[in-house]
């Protein structure tokens, strides 16, 4: 190579490098913040350049748009949730989208009473929406698949934080939740339950019943004693979180014997045994709790007049009767109605 040619190469070389070095600030600066982009099929650079400017910011916004022009990116066809941290550079984000790889969405719930309360927060949460997931839960025939029906399929829904695809459909969602459901119930807690001569979908049920009764979670293995008492002895439950539950009111602080005459399976001062299902999510350790619930010959239980949330227990219901006196004269102390 002569003087003049590697003058020139070296000309261009300068060249590049000086590009480059402009380019860099531009195409590589990392995010300012973190966002979850939501894509679905159809969508173009201008709505996605406009989605991380909302989540993001502006100008990050732009650079990730001129990237994925730049690769000739087929955004039409991408679908699901696309997770930017913060400091990624334009370039990997571009990357991710046009290489459609998907972001897990973190789905947390716990403390949740009905059914239709976990489908809203569901369907907030992932692309499908709650009438999807709604219509999907009281399918019997779905339903079935997982040996459940419309009344037991929330035992499925075992509190806990899980990850999934934001464009998860319920069917794959209940798939991927019978898995855990299947995890949790090993051949432990099944004989355990068997013992108990219950099946696991009943031993959520009485879980979520005690659930209701006491926020004190060392409590709740002598509350669901108490039950299991009354239910293998055949006397009715007559538990008032049931009743809440059957007027669809559990913000209901006395119940009444009107209220105990409530025509409905899930009124266990009319029915015998119990609910048809559930009438709460139940936590993991409130169903361990009935699994293992401590051997005592309690019958009858009362809310404690001092209202701290604990409860007094009897074997006789004349005994009761003096610790219901007692807490609803503490009741109408407070002008609780």
Aim: glycine share 6%; proline share 4%.
């Amino acid at each position: 190579m002569n003087k003049k040619s590697k003058w020139i190469v070296g000309i261009i070389a300068a060249l590049v490098l000086i590009a480059v070095a402009c380019a860099s600030p531009y195409l590589f600066t990392g995010a300012p913040a973190e966002g979850l982009i939501k894509m679905r099929k159809g969508s173009t650079i201008e709505s996605i350049r406009d989605s991380i400017q909302a989540h993001v910011e502006v100008n990050y916004g732009e650079r990730v748009a001129t990237m994925l022009s730049l690769m000739g990116a087929n955004v039409e066809t991408r679908e699901g949730a696309f997770r930017i941290t913060q400091g990624m550079s334009p370039f990997t984000a571009a990357r991710y989208i046009k290489n459609g790889a998907q972001s897990g969405v973190r789905f947390t719930f716990n403390n949740v009473r009905t059914l239709d309360e976990w489908t809203q927060r569901w369907g907030e949460t992932f692309m499908a929406g709650t009438d999807a997931m709604r219509q999907a839960l009281t399918d019997s025939a779905l339903c079935a698949k997982y040996g459940k029906t419309p009344q037991t399929i929330a035992c499925l829904l075992m509190p806990d934080t899980y990850e999934f695809y934001w464009n998860i459909t319920p069917e794959k969602m209940l798939d991927r939740m019978h898995d855990y459901y299947d995890e949790f119930w090993t051949s432990e807690r099944k004989a355990k339950a068997q013992r108990l001569g219950l099946t696991p979908d009943e031993v959520a049920t009485v879980a979520s019943i005690v659930e209701e009764e006491t926020v004190k979670a060392d409590e709740r293995g002598k509350v669901a004693r108490l039950y299991l008492n009354r239910y293998q002895q055949g006397m009715r439950l007559q538990a008032d979180p049931t009743v809440k539950f059957a007027i669809g009111d559990f913000s209901i602080k006395r119940i009444t014997v009107a209220m105990t005459q409530l025509q409905s399976p899930y009124n266990t001062y009319r029915v015998n045994g119990l609910p048809p299902g559930p009438i709460r999510l139940p936590e993991k350790s409130t169903i361990d709790a009935v699994l293992n619930a401590p051997e005592h010959d309690y019958l009858y239980m009362c809310a404690r007049p001092d209202f701290s949330g604990y409860h007094d227990f009897t074997r006789d219901y004349a005994s009761h009767l003096d610790n219901a006196h007692r807490y609803q004269a503490a009741l109408n102390s407070r002008g609780i109605k």
